[in-house]
């Protein structure tokens, strides 16, 4: 089970286990993790486990969240990552059942992207390759379709996409009240979530969603005025 340190200044202050569920760090008592220090925004930041990986996302705060001194507004945490939050740092660590499931799913990950690079030198080399066929899938391509108040379509060809009215957004959504980054999309095993990154509305088809939503072919995706509507092509 993956274990947080909540530390000040290298004293550990209280650990803290992740159980499956989401937890969220801030100066408001009803976090999970209370950080008391000025510097910390009422709810900073939040912890999402996404099969066997866990997703930091930054709840909009306002002296942002920084993971080994980057700063970040969601991200896969590592092993020995550092987290920080105003003054504060927690230190992230895997048990090692998962530093070893870790280790297995990258060393597949990596066998399924050389067998898909070979698939491609293949088609101009008729050569046979000595390589599994079952590791060589054709990934259909994940679109955002605006409905209404937006643009055309967005084909999400990255891990991690934002969605929101600041510049830093890949997606961008306009609204007096929207969010620089409202939500995210990242491609994780077990598919493409959502995961609202503030106190903006998010709703997936009309039911608002907090924490992280596996989405599903076809879904309708609600930000402030804008819908959008995710799907597969090819």
């Known amino acids: 089970m993956a274990q947080l340190t909540l530390q000040f200044k290298d004293l550990a ?4 286990e992740l159980t499956g569920q989401s937890m969220t760090m801030g100066r408001e008592p009803d976090n999970d993790i209370v950080v008391e220090n000025l510097l910390v925004s009422g709810y900073h930041a939040r912890i999402d486990p996404a099969g066997s990986e866990y997703i930091l996302t930054d709840l909009q705060s ?5 993971v080994n001194g980057e700063r970040v507004t969601s991200t896969k945490l590592k092993d020995r990552d550092r987290i920080l939050v105003g003054k504060h740092t927690i230190v992230f660590t895997l048990s090692p059942e998962e530093m070893e499931a870790d280790h297995k799913l990258a060393e597949k990950t990596m066998f399924i992207e050389v067998a898909q690079g070979a698939s491609e030198l293949e088609a101009q080399d008729p050569t046979p390759l000595n390589l599994d066929s079952t590791a060589v899938s054709a990934e259909r391509r994940a679109v955002l379709s605006f409905l209404s108040g937006g643009g055309d379509e967005y084909e999400i060809k990255k891990k991690l996409v934002k969605l929101g009215k600041g510049e830093e957004a890949d997606v961008h959504i306009g609204g007096l009240f929207t969010p620089k980054v409202a939500a995210t999309i990242s491609r994780r095993p077990t598919g493409y979530h959502l995961t609202p990154t503030g106190r903006a509305k998010v709703k997936v088809n009309d039911a608002q969603v907090g924490d992280s939503h596996r989405l599903n072919e076809f879904d309708t995706i609600e ?3 804008a819908k959008l509507q995710f799907y597969y092509e090819g």
């Open 223 to 225: 930000i402030g005025s």
């Open 13 to 16: 202050l209280k650990e803290f």
């Open 62 to 66: 306002k002296n942002g969240t920084f």
